[in-house]
C-alpha cells in the first residue's frame, strides 16, 4: 500500500497573536508593575513600551508559589527585538528580557495498514517480528512483566503539554484528570487558580478550557502513555490507570511559544501533577522556560522531555535543563534511530545530556480524527518519550514518596546498556545512549520488598512482617527515616542510630520508607503481614 508522509514542523504559527513580536522580561522589584494596556508605573520602562508602540502588557502566570515577577509584552512585528531588549536591561529594573521563542513537537506520522492491534506495539512487546523495519526479539521495555508488579494508580496524575488530546476518544474513558475544585459550566474561577472552569486541563495557545487536538502530535503521545487496556479495541498505554491531565502548548501547525509552554509547566505542577510529558523542543535557551521546569521539579513533578530529531548534538530545550529526563528514540532492533522513517536526513538528538533512550520509531497510535481509526503510526522522539513518562507513573504508582531526582536515578541505574551500535553504544554512559535503553521491570523490580543491598547507602533492609518491625543495617549513621501511605502521607518518621536501627509499624499494609543519610537518599516499597 502507498504510505502517506505528512511532515508537519511548520513554524509559522496561524493565529494573529503568534505573529506579533512577544518579549518575556523579569523586573527586581515585583511592585512596579500594573497588568493590562496601562502604564507600568515605572517611568523608564514606560518610555520603551510607549517608543515601541506596545500592544499589550501582561503577567506570566509562573506559579502561586513562585516569587518570581515575569511579564509578556506584546509589539508589532516590525519592531526591533534586540533594540527593546537592550532597552529594558539598561534601565536597571530588568534581570532579563528575551523573545518569546518557539519551538515544535517531536515527532513525524505516517498511516500504514498492518495486523493485530496489541502486537504492533513493538516497544511493549517485542518478539522480532514486527514488519516495517528490522526487529529483534526482546528490544522492547518488558512492559509485561513490568505489569505484574504494577498496572498504575488514579491517584498519580500525568500532564501531558502537547498539541491537546481527543477527549472522547473511549480509549481514554475514565482516564481524564478531573479539576475537582472547579464547577464545570458555571464561567466563574472557582478555585482562584487564574483558569475558568479548567475542568480537565487548559488551552494555552487559544487561552481556553478546551485543549482538544486539531493537529494528532499530543493524542499520539497520550495514548503511548495512558490509553485504556484490556479493552479489545486499539492500543494499550504503558500505565493502565493512571489520570491524564491535558495541557495544549502546540498548535495546528505543531509549534509553540515557550510562553504557553511556561505556563503549561507551571499549571502542571500547581494542579497537582506527578509526571509532566513534553514531546517538545526548541533551539533557543529561555530563562523563563528554565525557571518553569526547576518550579516544577521543586514542586516534585517529574519532568520528561524528547531530545529532538536532528540526528546532530544540537541541544534543544528544555531537555537541555538540568534534572529533567531527557529521551533519545530507538528502532525494534534497539540501534539508535537514524534515521526516522520520514526523513533520510533525521535522527535521534545526542550528547552529553541525554538520559535513556527508548522504542521510538513506527510507533503505532491513536488518531485525534477519528475514534475507529487504529492505522497511524509516528516517529521521534516525542514517542520514545511517553514510554519513559510511563514507567515514571507506574514508579510513582508503587511508591508514591519518589522525588524527581530519585526516579531520574532509577530510570537511568535500571536501563539496559550495551544493547545498540557498539560504535555508539559503548559500556556506561555514552552520548547516543544515555545510560541504556529503559526497562520498566527492572525500574519496579528495583523497589521490590525484602532484603535489599543499596550501593549508594549500602544498607540491607529487613522486613519482619509478623512484627510490623524494619530492620535498616548501614555503614554511615545517623539515617534519618520517614514512612508514607499508599497516598504519599508521612505517617512515622525517626531517626535510626547504630544502637537503634528498628522502626516499628502497628498496622499491617504497603509502606514505602525513605532513607537519607548525610549524602544519598533512597526509597524502597515494604510489605507488612
Known sequence: MKSILLTLFAIICSTAQAQNLNIIFKVNDKEIIREGK????????????L???????????????????????????????KAVIN????????????????????????????????FRQWGLKNDGSFTLSPAIAGADIDMENAWEIQQGSENIIVAVMDSGLKMNHPEFTGRLWENVYEIPGNGIDDDENG??????????????NNPADDHGHGTNVTGIIAANGNNNIGYSGVDLNCKIMTLKGLNANNSGSYSWWVEAITYAADNGADVINLSVGGSSNSNALGEAVEYALANNVVVVVCMMNTDSNTPYYPANYPNVI??????????????????????????????????????????????????TYWGGTSQATPHVAGICTLLKAENPSLTPVQIKNIIEETAEDQIGNPLEDGPGFDIYYGHGRVNAYNALNSLTAGIN????LNLQIYPNPSEGIITINGNNYPLEVSVYNTVGQIIKEKTLTNSDKNIT?????IYFIKIKDDNNEVSKKVIIK
Open 38 to 49: 496601562n502604564l507600568t508605573g515605572a517611568k523608564s520602562l514606560d518610555s520603551i513600551n
Open 51 to 81: 517608543q515601541y508602540e506596545y500592544l499589550s502588557l501582561r503577567k506570566l502566570k509562573t506559579g502561586k508559589k513562585s516569587t518570581n515577577t515575569t511579564y509578556i509584552v506584546s509589539f508589532p512585528d516590525t519592531v526591533n527585538s
Open 87 to 118: 532597552a529594558y536591561l539598561q534601565t536597571g529594573l530588568v534581570e532579563y528580557a528575551e523573545v518569546d521563542a518557539k519551538g515544535t513537537g517531536g515527532g513525524v506520522m505516517n498511516t500504514q495498514v498492518n495486523d493485530a492491534l496489541y
Open 195 to 208: 483558569y475558568v472552569d479548567d475542568i480537565n486541563g487548559w488551552d494555552f495557545v487559544d487561552f481556553d
Open 326 to 375: 531527557a529521551v533519545g528514540a530507538t528502532n525494534p532492533d534497539d540501534k539508535r534511530s537514524s534515521p526516522f522513517f520520514w526523513d533520510i536526513n533525521s535522527g535521534s538528538n545526542y550528547g552529553s545530556h541525554i538520559s535513556v533512550v527508548a522504542p521510538g520509531n513506527y510507533i503505532y497510535g491513536l488518531s485525534a480524527f477519528s475514534n475507529t481509526n487504529y492505522e
Open 453 to 456: 543491598n543499596n550501593e549508594k
Open 505 to 509: 509499624l502497628n498496622k499491617s499494609g
